[in-house]
């Protein structure tokens, strides 16, 4: 748990940082994509490089949904809905082809991100999504990008945190002490009470 915080507040520091010295697109998005970056540089599942790569590919995926938008689908319901079927399924795809080596929950990750950070801007002026998708993308990608090394840098430290954590946890049920029988002298089998052993009575 301590290291844990420890992810936190370097996470935390970080993002301060990014905000004091980075320009207005950027500070929008700073704490959207630090969060979302520190998330995916925390949990212990794959390896960090497959981590990134799966969420590269979500973000790839809510850019062509997006694009796919504004080349041929209507501003409306309809076009917003064929737009999002179409994200999730080129990232469920992916982690399929890949039997799970490029997770899927880093691809959702990722499609959150860039939705999450530019779905406002393109409401706003869609005719401008070229340029204005770029800008999005490149602000978002830098504080995801730091909060993921901020938090990934610990993975180890904090997967072994977790072992140990584990290690600690006391049974619910713990096994009945050996102990021996007063009679036979035989120790019961672990788990068990002592029993006497079964002695029959000679026949009159």
Known sequence: MKRHILAGLVLALLTTVIVLISGPELQGVALLG????????LVPDRTPAQRAAGFAVGFV????GYALRA??????AAGRAVAVLVVLALCLAVAGLSRGKLPLWSALLGA?????AYEATYTA???SFVTSSAATATSILLAAGAGYLATSLLGAV????????RAAEVPLFSPVEEAVDANSGVAPRRGL????PFDPQPEA
């Open 158 to 165: 904090v997967e072994q945190d977790r072992e140990e954590e």
């Open 112 to 116: 959150a991100a860039m939705a999450g």
């Open 125 to 127: 002026d869609p005719a």
């Open 61 to 64: 995926a809510a850019w062509l």
């Open 193 to 196: 009470p002592a029993t006497r």
């Open 34 to 41: 630090a969060a979302l970056g520190g998330a995916l540089g």
């Open 71 to 76: 080349a041929a689908l209507p501003d409306a």
